[in-house]
């Protein structure tokens, strides 16, 4: 399951209003996997002395009872399989069940509202990126990928060249015709691995791409890129395409900070451009939802570790970080939320809006802000 496909799943759950748990497990070791289930009772014994935990139905509570059961059977079950986190949505009255294997650390949590609590996987998602690594010569290729912190090798193909190419001409055969033919079945060679990270790059949505192999090489090949995947080229780094995957992402993993750092530094330069050039933008919390009421966000933005208390009406979704009890637009009482950010990203979600969490400085558009979808 890819990150886009990941979201999609978690938005589209029906919660009907009936009570969610979400829990997020670090499972790294066989340790804490053996751990995992004492570590579930003890945070919903917290849980249970919460308000909205109190305010519910004896019917809803019994629900997330059977909520906390179901997890701690299904991770007795897990015992022997190696995994780093988990992410599991269950909410027992809406038949309710998604669990989602993480390639990256999360702290330990529980969060019982009336729909899954996103924000630490989309905050996960967007410090890990997907992205992949593409090491190429003129009769070798592998195409690796980091994906929901997972990483995997999608596509190997060794020993493309003849072996009548392989010598260059010697055994009888014309120089200057072998070279045509080698020729030939390089560019062929390129051109399937560019059609093969194509494919990958309209499943897995890379953010970035790094070439790796003699740099000759590496240059060829990019020539048979599509300009969208050209544009993605983040490093171009000398690898030998023999390399196991564990070194590969060992040599490349210092490389990734700064890739995400240009990443983001694109990202705020063009909101920067459209906010003050084109008035396609907005900043601030009570800005920003209402552009999201709207439906005009086409991406919303966050800086990374913003967290925020807040109200919320459940009947018209207005917003705010004040003391206020009854919605001033509807009339009907408002809700409290211990993160106003996932009521935005959920708001963001259901109107088709992208979410990027920013761990570089915002500046003038922290904490969080919008990319509209047209000119207001």
């Not at 897995?204 to 000759?216: A, C, K, Q």
């Not at 009890?325 to 959920?346: F, K, Q, S, V, Y």
Request: proline fraction near 3%.
């Amino acid at each position: 399951m890819n990150s886009v496909t990941a979201i999609q799943s978690l938005q589209t759950l029906k919660t009907e209003g009936n009570p969610v748990t979400t829990v997020y497990l670090d499972v790294s070791t066989s340790q804490k996997l053996r751990n995992a289930d004492i570590v579930v009772n003890n945070m919903f014994k917290q849980k249970k002395e919460k308000t909205f935990y109190k305010k519910l139905s004896d019917e809803e509570k019994e629900s997330v009872r059977k909520d906390v059961e179901g997890i701690i059977k299904f991770l007795k079950n897990q015992l022997g399989e190696e995994r780093r986190s988990l992410m599991i949505v269950s909410s027992n009255r809406a038949y309710v069940w998604k669990v989602i294997h993480l390639g990256f650390l999360v702290e330990n949590m529980m969060v019982i509202q009336d729909r899954p609590y996103l924000r630490p996987f989309l905050e996960c998602i967007s410090h890990e990126r997907n992205y992949a690594i593409v090491l190429v010569d003129q009769g070798k290729a592998k195409i690796l990928i980091n994906h929901l912190g997972n990483k995997e090798e999608l596509f190997n193909v060794v020993n493309l060249l003849p072996e009548d190419a392989n010598e260059g001409g010697f055994g009888g055969m014309d120089e200057r015709k072998n070279e045509r033919h080698r020729e030939e079945v390089v560019a062929k060679h390129y051109k399937n691995v560019a059609a093969q990270l194509d494919t990958l790059d309209q499943k897995y949505h890379f953010d970035w791409i790094i070439l790796g192999g003699l740099r000759e090489s590496m240059s060829d090949f990019a020539n048979y890129l599509k300009s969208g995947l050209k544009d993605k080229i983040a490093r171009e780094i000398p690898v030998d395409p023999n390399l196991s995957m564990d070194k590969v992402f060992q040599l490349v993993d210092k490389e990734i900070p700064g890739c995400r750092i240009d990443f983001e530094k694109d990202i705020l330069n063009m909101f920067a451009n459209e906010f003050h050039k084109n008035y396609k933008g907005v900043a601030g919390i009570y800005q920003t939802e209402e552009a999201l009421q709207q439906g005009q966000v086409d991406m919303l933005m966050i800086q990374d570790g913003f967290q925020t208390k807040g109200r919320v009406c459940k009947w018209c979704l207005h917003m705010t970080t004040e003391e206020e009890d009854t919605c001033p637009n509807c009339g009907h009482t408002m809700a409290r939320t211990l993160d106003i950010t996932d009521e935005l990203i959920h708001m963001a979600l259901d109107t088709g809006a992208k979410i990027e969490f920013i761990s570089s400085d915002m500046g003038e558009f922290s904490p969080l802000c919008g990319l509209l979808r047209y000119k207001p």
